[in-house]
């Protein structure tokens, strides 16, 4: 089973914790340890377009988190070099995907790992009620593609691509 990490916990990153808990071992890194208390208790709760509760591993601590395969970096984009700093190199041997607004996060990602990255673009929307609740708006398409700086293969992509597939179609 793959070992993911969710980097940001905000609607988005909240959206893909919850889906992807369903087909892969899930580690979410959230900056607030009550946030992470929460999570561990009570799950992670998904409704509106999705009826569902995933169980998933929370730290606020990025010693905590394994070696993982994908790392999906959910923060705004002035966040990103702060989010990596202590968790970037557990992708070393794998692949962060940037699911970001802004210009700039692949390269700073790209700074903290020696792992392949993945450019993203999603159009999932939700709104998050509360730590542990999450509210499916729009059900969309999210978009990836290789950061040629780190000769990122198309076939990594693709990979990335059916497991996100695999986990957001109900």
Not at 20 to 37: G, I, K, S
Not at 67 to 90: P, R, S, Y
Not at 108 to 122: D, L, Q
Request: aromatic share 4%.
């Amino acid at each position: 089973m793959k070992k993911v990490c969710i980097i940001g916990c905000g609607a988005i990153g909240s959206l893909y914790a919850a889906h992807l808990a369903r087909v892969a071992e899930v580690y979410a890194l959230v900056r607030r340890p009550e946030h992470a208390d929460a999570l561990n208790e009570r799950g992670l709760r998904v409704s509106g377009k999705h009826e569902f509760t995933s169980r998933l591993r929370a730290t606020s601590h990025a010693g905590d988190i394994p070696d993982c395969d994908l790392g999906i970096v959910c923060t705004k984009a002035t966040q990103t070099e702060e989010a990596l700093a202590g968790v970037g190199h557990k992708f070393d041997h794998g692949a962060v995907i940037s699911a970001q607004n802004g210009l700039g996060s692949e390269e700073v990602i790209a700074g903290k790992t020696r792992g392949k990255v993945v450019r993203g673009t999603t159009f999932m929307s939700g709104t998050r009620h509360n730590d542990t609740h999450v509210q499916l708006e729009l059900d969309a398409e999210t978009w990836l593609g290789p950061f040629e700086p780190t000769q990122t293969p198309p076939a990594l992509v693709q990979e990335a691509a059916e497991l996100l597939i695999a986990a957001l179609v109900p």
